[in-house]
């Protein structure tokens, strides 16, 4: 069973660069998209950007600015960088897997998400 | 930008068939998926291809989509459902799009 698990701070400064990891474990990361997601509290979900296991990507417009996405398929990972981050950039932050191979079905498979808290 | 709707909240008696609707433009033109969030846990994909389901989902749970509206339906609705649901599509970008997410209260 595919398993993903976030990892990175839980604390960072306005102004600066948020960085996540996520591992996938029981599975490859080669043929499927990956996504990173996140929820501010007590709102609804936002799709942060996905990356393909080759390497291309696509962002959402309104954060495409800040926002890097890459994969290293030889440690099975992919990882999030988002900077100059503010408080509106708090939030349970979630990566995912597509169900599809190859194809966008929708997020069948999710990490357990983790708090970014960006305060001085 | 591409938007979905759906309502803030939805009401249901356990055993009754809940609906909840999501709106977007020619979204019958797309494919939608659904997902189910309760209190402090991840979303878990209930519906997705518009009305296939996942493997290990209830019977109960279906989806269809025609015209601008996609439709989550729960038949027999449980206790165990009252949950936050979650629409999602792609813009013509393959963007990813939710909507603003319903509140299911059984009761």
């Known amino acids: 069973q595919v398993q993903l698990q976030e990892s990175g701070p839980g604390l960072v400064k306005p102004s600066e660069t948020l960085s996540l990891a996520c591992s996938v474990s029981?599975?490859?990361?080669?043929?499927?998209?990956w996504s990173w997601i996140r929820q501010p509290p007590e709102k609804g979900l936002e799709w942060i950007g996905y990356i393909y296991y080759s390497g291309s990507t696509n962002y959402n417009p309104s954060l495409k600015s800040r926002v890097t996405i890459s994969v290293d398929t030889s440690k099975n990972q992919f990882s999030l960088n988002l900077n100059s981050v503010t408080a509106a950039d708090t939030a349970v932050y979630y990566c995912a897997r597509d169900q599809g191979f190859g194809e966008l079905w929708g997020f069948g498979y999710w990490g357990q998400g983790t708090l970014v808290t960006v305060s001085s | 930008s591409y938007e979905l709707s759906q309502p803030p909240s939805v009401s249901v008696s356990p055993g009754q068939t809940a609906s909840i609707t999501c709106s977007g433009d020619?979204?019958?033109?797309?494919?939608a998926c659904w997902y189910q969030q309760k209190p402090g846990q991840s979303p878990v994909l209930v519906i997705y291809q518009d009305a296939k389901r996942p493997s290990g989902i209830p019977e109960r749970f279906s989806g269809s989509n025609s015209g601008n509206t996609a439709t989550l339906t729960i038949s027999g609705t449980q206790a165990m459902d009252e949950a936050d649901y979650y629409c999602?599509?792609?813009?013509?970008?393959?963007?990813?799009?939710f909507g603003g997410g319903t509140k299911l209260t059984v009761l």
């Open positions: 029981g599975g490859s990361i080669s043929g499927y998209y």
């Open positions: 999602q599509a792609w813009d013509s970008s393959t963007h990813v799009v």
């Open positions: 020619k979204l019958g033109d797309k494919y």
